[in-house]
C-alpha cells in the first residue's frame, strides 16, 4: 500500500501513513452508519497501526 500510494501522489508514504488514511476512512463511516462491524475494523486498524510503529521501533533499535 504505502509503495503504491508513494509512486501514485509522488511523495513517500510511510505504511503508518496508510493505515491512518484508512482509520479516518473507517471514523467517515462511523459519523454516517455507526455499526458494531465498523468498530471492530477500528480497532483492528488501531491493532495494525500499532504492530506497524513497534516494528518500525525494532529495527530503529538494531541498527543503532
Known amino acids: 500500500c504505502a509503495v503504491i500510494a ?3 501522489i ?5 505504511p503508518q ?4 488514511v484508512l482509520m479516518a476512512l473507517k471514523q ?4 454516517e452508519q455507526n455499526s458494531p462491524e465498523h468498530m471492530k ?3 483492528g ?7 506497524v510503529e ?3 521501533t525494532n529495527k530503529k533499535e538494531m541498527f543503532t
Request: hydrophobic letters at 40%.
Open 45 to 51: 486498524y488501531t491493532d495494525i497501526l500499532n504492530q
Open 54 to 56: 513497534c516494528a518500525e
Open 28 to 31: 467517515a463511516r462511523i459519523a
Open 17 to 20: 501513513d496508510c493505515v491512518k
Open 41 to 43: 475494523d477500528l480497532a
Open 10 to 14: 509522488g511523495r513517500t508514504v510511510t
Open 6 to 8: 508513494s509512486v501514485l
